[in-house]
């Protein structure tokens, strides 16, 4: 939808007679919004529909992976959910589906419930235990508590989610075995050092084009070229001189 178009009914200062088909508007949105839908924006939000549910498609099998169930829970999670909020919500901009961080720790809470079916279907009581608790504070209208969040605490929080999302996904982009990589690469390089001589050579050069070329792509959409590729480029080859020292040591005193 354009930016101009709301996407729910805009009520003024005076008191309005509520009738039950304005009840109605206001408990599903989609009966206000939808006949007022401009026709001349169909074709480019169809556009952003598909290239959206290309992206999800490999984003909902990482967030499986990362809940360690099975992996076609991921796009079931990212359909359902979009369709009810199309009906239900009331902001254009919510993002609905799965989340990094939020599939990152209920794999850190699964990871020693038994087999895959049992992880998988305990995930899915605990999903719908959540959703009970956000819909009941959402009839409560609870919203409010948000405001006692301070900026701080949400700033330290969100660059906290970032690094523990990075730092999970080291041990695959070096292609190292699930069980070597067990408790992170933090934990690796700690205690385990010499796993890495496990890690691929492909995959590692493979994970590390992709993140350079994000990164150039970024800096040309900025206006800045070249920058942080030698940069990034210098501080992967130290990194890996250190880890050959490492791993080097490690032999030999072993």
Known sequence: ??????????????????????????????????????????????????????????????????????????????????????????????????????????????????????????AAILTALVGIIMSIMGLLQLSFLVRFLSRPALSGFITASALLIILSQVAPMLGLPSWASKGGIVNVVKHHIKYLELLDPATTALSLVAVIFSDERQDSKEGRLGGRFSQGLIRCLQLSSVLQKKCSHTQIVL
């Open 1 to 122: 939808m354009s930016g101009s178009e709301p996407l729910v009914r805009k009520t003024s200062g005076r008191k309005q007679s509520r009738t039950w088909w304005t009840v109605l508007q206001e408990q599903m949105p989609i009966l206000f919004w939808l006949p007022r839908y401009p026709k001349e924006n169909l074709s480019a939000d169809l556009a952003g529909a598909m290239t959206l549910g290309c992206i999800l498609i490999g984003q909902s099998l990482a967030h499986a992976n990362l809940c360690m169930v099975d992996l076609i829970n991921g796009p079931y999670s990212c359909m359902l959910p979009p369709m009810v909020y199309a009906i239900f919500g009331t902001c254009v901009h919510a993002s609905v589906g799965t989340g990094g961080l939020v599939s990152l720790l209920t794999g850190e809470v699964l990871a020693d419930q038994g087999d895959l079916a049992e992880r998988t279907q305990k």
